[in-house]
């Protein structure tokens, strides 16, 4: 959404509105550090001439402190995710950090759940992704001045569970909040015409996928393949990981061996959830399909309703007559709907293998505003490139495309609506003023969140950063 205008209503402040946006970035201020109180303190010139200290102790949350170099390395996180920091005073920033560790000290305080399971599970796909990004786990021990890989997972591991307990308490508050649509309508009412937002050039897209079908013969190579991976597994010649790490076609998995937790109510596909929970503990899993292609599944641990797994996924390939196959029959599909035989919407109904899109006739749904239009200028570059020019109704030759596993098809895309730039109109651009008036309000309570827990818990800023101004009463005064 391109808002040219902003009413002075939705964010107090400039720096409120950053906050309100990094509130959701789990990766933000990744390197601040939970260590004892016993640090040595030195000093050191800031821009504006005052002496802070450097390692003491600056702020103390519930049993969270923050450290003067907290400060530096936050800033450095931003910088390195390609953020600005050139109007993020320290102030604000230790402000931010005491936020953080107010949520983790109240996410304790109300029995929040976070498992070291999980924990784990994050650590190692951001862990495999940092040596990927660096080079080697060496590499990434240097980077933060670790003098070890035992040390530096330990250190990891608290600030990941850290920011997992900010994530879920943040959680639970903004989810707590509903908006009603008579004060969506109160909302829009109370914006004065001249400071009315404006939203951007936007389209709404619907799509017909033909995916080639893979033959028998290709299918039986690879169920052959897994059978052969079950047999080594079991008489111990490998690792089920290490199995999955070299040969498994899941991006979401194979840098972690496969790994997965899941209960009944996990978003997997029915016949992967079928399979998993039909297994004893130490169980490896006979091949199986799935639209994805063809797994097998090796149970680790079963808690409760809670079930750990590992498992190996292969894509059968797909041949150049298979290709074929697929591009004539979706080129035969364009021609009848150009011959207007069918329409785009009862084509994509019938004949699309897409089952996402094919219930409402190939319409795309916005993933990140989960509405049918698609704004111009936050438009995924793939599709905006399939769909920029093309005119209303058009619809494009056959394409092939590609996803992260591999997995070829072909599509038909056309524009069914276009929607120019223009002024905030309350019935046709509801959602997005919905989403406004919801944001203002989960503003609003996360302030009032901060007001009545800061009364509640112990806290004590030192030095020099007690002339900061906050934007939360950090002070009590």
């Keep these: 959404m391109l808002l040219k205008s902003i009413p002075m209503k939705f964010v107090t402040t400039k720096i409120a509105l950053v906050f309100f946006l990094l509130l959701f970035s789990s990766s933000f201020a990744v390197a601040q550090e939970i260590i004892k109180e016993s640090v040595v303190d030195t000093v050191k010139k800031v821009d504006t001439g005052k002496k802070l200290k450097v390692d003491g102790i600056i702020a103390k949350v519930g049993d969270y402190i923050i450290l003067d170099s907290d400060i530096d390395k936050s800033y450095l996180e931003i910088s390195s995710q390609g953020g600005s920091v050139k109007d993020i005073t320290r102030c604000q920033m230790l402000g931010k950090l005491m936020e953080d560790k107010l949520y983790a000290h109240q996410a304790v305080q109300d029995s929040l759940k976070v498992t070291d399971a999980e924990v784990r599970t994050s650590m190692e796909e951001r862990l495999n992704y940092m040596v990927e990004q660096i080079g080697s786990m060496e590499k990434v021990v240097k980077y933060y001045k670790k003098s070890s890989e035992e040390d530096f997972r330990t250190y990891f591991f608290d600030v990941l569970k850290e920011q997992k307990l900010t994530s879920e308490m ?193 319409v795309l749904i916005n993933p990140r505003t989960q509405d049918t239009r698609f704004e111009l200028t936050k438009m995924e570059p793939t599709l905006y490139s399939q769909i920029s020019n093309l005119k209303e109704n058009e619809i494009s030759s ?80």
């Excluded at 498994?248 to 061996?257: I, K, L, M, V």
């Excluded at 894509?315 to 029959?329: G, R």
């Design 398 to 477: 056959p394409l092939l495309d590609e996803d992260q596993s591999g997995k070829k098809k072909y599509k038909l895309i056309t524009v069914t609506n276009r929607i120019n730039e223009h002024t905030a109109d309350y019935a046709k651009d509801y959602t997005k003023i919905k989403e406004l008036a919801l944001k203002e309000k989960q503003i609003k309570a996360i302030g009032k969140w901060f007001d009545d827990k800061i009364k509640d818990t112990y806290i004590k800023i030192n030095g020099e950063y007690r002339d900061c101004t906050f934007t939360n009463n950090w002070l009590k005064k």
């Design 170 to 362: 943040q959680k639970k508050i903004v989810d707590a909040v509903e908006i009603t649509p008579e004060e969506v309508r109160n909302f829009f009412k109370a914006i004065p015409k001249d400071e009315l937002p404006v939203f951007g050039a936007e389209m709404e897209v619907a799509q017909i996928v033909i995916t080639p079908k893979v033959s028998e013969a290709e299918k039986q190579k690879v169920i052959n393949k897994l059978k052969e991976f079950k047999k080594e597994i079991q008489e111990g010649g490998s690792s089920f990981a290490t199995k999955a790490v070299l040969y498994s076609q899941d991006p979401g998995s194979r840098a972690t061996g496969g790994y997965y937790k899941m209960n009944r109510k996990t978003q997997f596909v029915k016949e992967f959830k079928e399979v998993a929970f039909s297994l004893a503990e130490g169980e490896i899993s006979e091949p199986f399909e799935t639209d994805f292609g063809f797994h097998i599944i090796y149970v680790e641990k079963i808690k409760g309703q809670d079930v750990e797994l590992r498992h190996i996924l292969l894509t059968p390939a797909v041949t150049s007559d298979d290709l074929k196959e697929a591009k004539d029959k979706i080129t035969l599909i364009r021609k009848r709907i150009e011959d207007k035989e069918i329409s785009f919407d009862k084509a994509a109904k019938t004949m699309s293998d897409e089952k996402e899109t094919r219930t409402n006739g190939g």
